[in-house]
């Protein structure tokens, strides 16, 4: 999650499948070090921050949490490089507990359907949180960003192949393309 923030999936993908190899522990990544660390992430944009990021995490895993990463929220956040989304992807994925992240393409594709329209991320995720029905939270934040990434997408919506479009809200460009 740290590598992800401005980057590619498949860059980070690229990146990590020669790193988690020789480093698939925070102990194992605080040997390598910052610059050990560069050097295996460094296609990846803004990666001597990253690293430096990744190395401090590591070294705050091993020391507080017994190289574990904690299921709390707080103990989360606390880490360098790690906001609201981190956490909730974490503790979604990882612990399975019920919440959603709220990335740009969820809060587009909230705001535009209807779903929960929200000013805020904050806003956004405790509407989702009330209106996606229990059963459905492990998964809802992946589904809402993968319509969002190829189908809601920010500048050419394709609304002519949208499953929900007769249910949206964004009637603007709900039309198909005219060529």
Not at 129 to 144: N, R
Request: charged share 25%.
């Amino acid at each position: 999650m740290l590598l992800s923030a401005q980057a590619t999936d498949v860059g980070v993908n690229k990146a990590t499948r020669r790193l988690f190899p020789i480093a698939h522990t925070p102990q194992q990544m605080l040997d390598l070090g910052e610059q050990g660390l560069s050097e295996y992430i460094k296609t990846i944009g803004l990666y001597k921050t990253k690293a430096k990021h990744v190395i401090q995490t590591c070294r705050i895993l091993v020391e507080q949490h017994g190289g574990k990463v904690p299921p709390d929220r707080a103990a989360l956040e606390a880490l360098p490089g790690v906001g609201r989304k981190t956490a909730n992807v974490v503790l979604n994925t990882a612990f399975g507990e019920p919440t959603i992240a709220v990335d740009t393409h969820i809060f587009r594709v909230a705001n535009r359907t209807g779903l929960a329209p929200g000013k805020t991320v904050q806003i956004v995720e405790d509407k989702l949180l009330k209106v996606v029905p229990h059963e459905f939270l492990h998964d809802a934040h992946h589904w809402l960003i993968l319509h969002g990434r190829y189908v809601c997408k920010a500048r050419m919506p394709e609304c002519w192949h949208c499953v929900i479009e007769p249910l949206c809200e964004y009637r603007d460009k709900t039309e198909a393309p005219r060529g």
